[in-house]
C-alpha cells in the first residue's frame, strides 16, 4: 500500500545549487500536484499536471520546473536554489478529472537552503 | 482572490469534549471544500469532502457542514481523544480553475 512516495525525506542544499524531487503514485491516478508548505501559511500549490503529458503553473511557480515522465511520475525541479524555497514540500495525486476527487499526499520533503 | 481562514490557530483540550473547529473562506464560487488532517512529519490525510450542494458530511466521530452562501464551514470532533491530535486543514476547491486553497490550520491537542 505505498499509495504517494517522495524521495528524498530531507535535503540540504546551498545557494545555487540545483535538485529534482522524485514523486511516484500507485493508485493510477491521472492528476498530480506539487505544494509547498512555510510556517503560519497554507499549502500553495506550485505546479500540477491534469494528465500524462500535460503539466500548468499553480500559485508559486517561479524557480521551478516540473516533468510529468509517465502516468505513475511527476518530479519538480530547482533550477538554483534560493533561501527562499527553504520549505516542505508535499507530492499529491488524484483521480478523476483534477482535483474534483480526494487528494492523496506523500510524507514530504524538507528541504533547506542555505 | 479566495482567502481561507481557519479560527483557532491552536486549541489544547481535556479528553472527553466535544469540539468545533472552524474555516471561513471569502469566495463562495466553490466545487468542493476537503477538510484534512496533518499529523507532524507526516503528509495529509483527507478527512472528510463536502459536495457545494451538500450541507453535511460525516465519518464516525467526524461531522462537517457546509454554508456556502455565507463563506463556512465547521469540523465537529464528538467524545475527542488524544488520538487526534494533529493539526486540522480546510480547502475549498475553487470553481473557476480547480484548485485547492488552503487554510493555515487549526493545531489541536487533547490531553489525556
Known amino acids: 500500500n505505498a499509495g504517494v512516495t517522495q524521495t528524498p525525506k530531507f535535503q540540504v542544499l546551498k545557494t545555487g545549487q540545483s535538485m529534482t524531487l522524485q514523486c511516484a503514485q500507485d493508485?493510477?491516478?491521472?492528476?498530480m500536484y506539487w505544494y509547498r508548505q512555510d510556517p503560519g501559511m497554507g499549502l500553495r500549490l506550485i505546479y500540477y499536471?491534469?494528465?500524462?503529458?500535460?503539466?500548468d503553473k499553480g500559485e508559486v511557480p517561479n524557480g521551478y520546473n516540473v516533468s510529468r515522465l509517465n502516468k505513475r511520475e511527476f518530479s519538480l525541479r530547482l533550477e538554483s536554489a534560493a533561501p527562499s524555497q527553504t520549505s516542505v514540500y508535499f507530492c499529491?495525486?488524484?483521480?478523476?478529472?483534477?482535483?474534483?476527487?480526494?487528494?492523496?499526499f506523500g510524507a514530504g520533503t524538507r528541504l533547506s537552503v542555505l | 482572490k479566495q482567502e481561507v481562514t481557519q479560527i483557532p490557530a491552536a486549541l489544547s483540550v481535556p479528553e472527553g469534549e466535544n469540539l468545533v473547529l472552524n474555516c471561513s473562506f471569502t469566495?463562495?464560487?466553490?466545487?468542493?471544500l476537503q477538510w484534512f488532517r496533518q499529523d507532524p512529519g507526516k503528509g495529509l490525510t483527507s478527512l472528510l469532502l463536502?459536495?457545494?450542494s451538500q450541507r453535511e458530511q460525516t465519518s464516525g466521530r467526524l461531522n462537517a457542514s457546509l454554508d456556502k452562501s455565507s463563506g463556512r464551514s465547521t469540523l465537529y470532533i464528538a467524545a475527542s481523544q488524544p488520538g487526534d491530535s494533529a493539526t486540522y486543514l480546510c480547502?475549498?476547491?475553487?470553481?473557476?480553475?480547480?484548485?485547492?486553497?488552503w487554510g493555515a490550520g487549526t493545531k489541536l491537542i487533547i490531553k489525556p
Open positions: 463536502i459536495q457545494s
Open positions: 499536471s491534469a494528465s500524462e503529458g500535460t503539466t
Open positions: 493508485m493510477n491516478h491521472n492528476s
Open positions: 480547502a475549498p476547491l475553487m470553481d473557476s480553475n480547480y484548485q485547492l486553497i
Open positions: 469566495d463562495s464560487a466553490i466545487y468542493n
Open positions: 499529491a495525486s488524484s483521480g478523476g478529472v483534477l482535483a474534483k476527487n480526494i487528494q492523496y
